[in-house]
């Protein structure tokens, strides 16, 4: 049997509720508390995360629906190889060689149907503190030492969440995407958590499963 709990916690570590036995409200599954890096951690190894929304207090995520891509369904179009094969010799690729650029640029990205960024200040320090610790990665693209492309996430003990990406130059967040994808490849990942489906990574192969096909992937901790 599923519980609801909609719980407004004080500023300190969040004691989160069991996301496999808490029924969501329009998938938000907490509210408030700090934007700390203890909480931080402690939300995506129960596949919970921030997502800032103005005029509200901060409202912690767990969707009933999670999008994630396989990497063996990766899906590069020809459009796409046609470019890379033209590109790629000029672009360098380099790992979190600047993450607080990476982060602030994909704050300031322009997206279509959106007015501002969800990325806030408090979340750019907050996640640029989790890479100083080796838990947030970036991935740069430059080219002629300009940074080009950028693509970030939370790299957790048992998965990698992707969160924003930036692009200045056309299919440069793609390629980024491409290049993080082969990165975690070689650490040994199989998949990798969107949060959502987007038209990009859609295009890629992106799909949704549910949040306990999802949990069971990232071995949540079980209480009663």
């Given at each position: 049997m599923k519980i609801v709990a909609f719980v407004m916690y004080a500023p300190m570590r969040i004691?989160?509720?069991?996301p496999a036995t808490t029924e969501t409200i329009e998938d938000v599954?907490?509210?408030?508390?700090?934007?700390s890096v203890?909480?931080?951690i402690y939300a995506y190894s129960l596949g919970i995360f921030p997502w800032p929304h103005k005029g509200y207090p901060l409202l912690w995520f767990c969707p009933e629906k999670r999008g994630i891509i396989e990497f063996k369904d990766l899906h590069i179009s020809r459009s796409l190889q046609k470019w890379i094969r033209k590109n790629e010799a000029k672009i360098k690729v380099k790992l979190n060689h600047d993450f607080a650029a990476v982060i602030k640029n994909c704050r300031q990205q322009k997206r279509a149907g959106q007015k501002?960024?969800?990325i806030n200040a408090e979340i750019e320090k907050s996640y640029t503190e989790l890479n100083s610790l080796?838990?947030?990665?970036?991935l740069e693209c430059?080219?002629?030492d300009e940074l080009v492309a950028g693509i970030y996430g939370v790299l957790s003990k048992k998965y990698f969440s992707c969160e924003s990406m930036f692009y200045k130059i056309d299919n440069g967040s793609k390629f980024a995407f491409?290049?993080?994808v082969e990165h975690l490849k070689n650490l040994g990942h199989e998949w990798m958590d969107l949060q959502m489906i987007t038209e990009v990574s859609g295009s890629f192969g992106g799909k949704y499963i549910s949040?306990?096909?999802f949990l069971d992937r990232i071995e949540c901790p079980h209480w009663s």
């Amino acid at each position: 049997m599923k519980i609801v709990a909609f719980v407004m916690y004080a500023p300190m570590r969040i004691n989160f509720p069991n996301p496999a036995t808490t029924e969501t409200i329009e998938d938000v599954i907490a509210v408030g508390g700090e934007l700390s890096v203890e909480n931080l951690i402690y939300a995506y190894s129960l596949g919970i995360f921030p997502w800032p929304h103005k005029g509200y207090p901060l409202l912690w995520f767990c969707p009933e629906k999670r999008g994630i891509i396989e990497f063996k369904d990766l899906h590069i179009s020809r459009s796409l190889q046609k470019w890379i094969r033209k590109n790629e010799a000029k672009i360098k690729v380099k790992l979190n060689h600047d993450f607080a650029a990476v982060i602030k640029n994909c704050r300031q990205q322009k997206r279509a149907g959106q007015k501002g960024s969800w990325i806030n200040a408090e979340i750019e320090k907050s996640y640029t503190e989790l890479n100083s610790l080796g838990v947030a990665l970036s991935l740069e693209c430059y080219v002629d030492d300009e940074l080009v492309a950028g693509i970030y996430g939370v790299l957790s003990k048992k998965y990698f969440s992707c969160e924003s990406m930036f692009y200045k130059i056309d299919n440069g967040s793609k390629f980024a995407f491409i290049k993080l994808v082969e990165h975690l490849k070689n650490l040994g990942h199989e998949w990798m958590d969107l949060q959502m489906i987007t038209e990009v990574s859609g295009s890629f192969g992106g799909k949704y499963i549910s949040k306990d096909q999802f949990l069971d992937r990232i071995e949540c901790p079980h209480w009663s």
